[in-house]
Antibody, heavy 112, light 107 residues
Framework: QVLLQQWGAGLLKPSETLSLTCAVS????????WTWIRQPPGKGLEWIGE??????KYNPSLKSRVTISVDTSKNHFSLSLRSVTAADTAVYYC???????WGQGTLVTVSS | DIQMTQSPSSLSASVGDRVTITCRAS??????LAWFQQKPGKAPNLLIF???RLESGVPSRFSGSGSGTVYTLIISNLQPEDFATYYC?????????FGLGTRVEIK
């Protein structure tokens, strides 16, 4: 059974950096792409980006502020979003590929 | 970016009904289309990928069809556990984009 477990700070101030990590267990890590998606409260889903640890793709709307990194030795991948504002308040999810498996989600609130 | 127009935005239905949700892409996506179900407070759950392929473990009352720019999710014999919000997603080209969702409510 594939399991994605994510963690990171849930409350940030404007201009700070959002950092989340997702640990993958129960399946192959290097054989898949790994994705970050977010969902503002009460709204729809937004694809942030994905990596297969050879290539990383980002949503152009966030590209200047986002980094997705991979640690294959730990079967982890991470999201960094710089200079956050209130508009970045959302539940952030990690997922495998297009979404066959998901993390539990992390609510990140940006507030002064 | 490819725009995904999903309709209706909400619908009311009864247990046992047949429900149809449509997604229209702003350009052809060659069946690179997934459907997700999301319940409040939970992560989305993949139902259908490649427009019509049922994800493992998903009940057969869910089906998908379509081609080109128009895709459909059908839920036949709606069950109480099917009341949720449904999203389509194109993964033909990045940035992958989602429809705004269809909320299926109990009539």
């Amino acid at each position: 059974q594939v399991l994605l477990q994510q963690w990171g700070a849930g409350l940030l101030k404007p201009s700070e950096t959002l950092s989340l990590t997702c640990a993958v267990s129960g399946g192959s890590f290097t054989g898949y792409s790994w994705t970050w998606i977010r969902q503002p409260p009460g709204k729809g889903l937004e694809w942030i980006g994905e990596t297969d640890h050879t290539e990383t793709k980002y949503n152009p709307s966030l590209k200047s502020r986002v980094t997705i990194s991979v640690d294959t030795s730990k079967n982890h991948f991470s999201l960094s979003l710089r200079s956050v504002t209130a508009a970045d308040t959302a539940v952030y999810y990690c997922a495998r590929g297009i979404g066959s498996y998901w993390g539990q989600g992390t609510l990140v609130t940006v507030s002064s | 970016d490819i725009q995904m127009t999903q309709s209706p935005s909400s619908l009311s239905a009864s247990v046992g009904d047949r429900v149809t949700i449509t997604c229209r892409a702003s350009q052809g996506i060659t069946n690179s289309l997934a459907w997700f179900q999301q319940k409040p407070g939970k992560a989305p759950n993949l139902l259908i990928f490649a427009a019509s392929r049922l994800e493992s473990g998903v009940p057969s009352r869910f089906s998908g069809s379509g081609s080109g720019t128009v895709y459909t999710l059908i839920i036949s014999n709606l069950q109480p556990e099917d009341f949720a919000t449904y999203y389509c997603q194109q993964y033909y080209t990045t940035p992958y984009t989602f429809g705004l969702g269809t909320r299926v409510e109990i009539k």
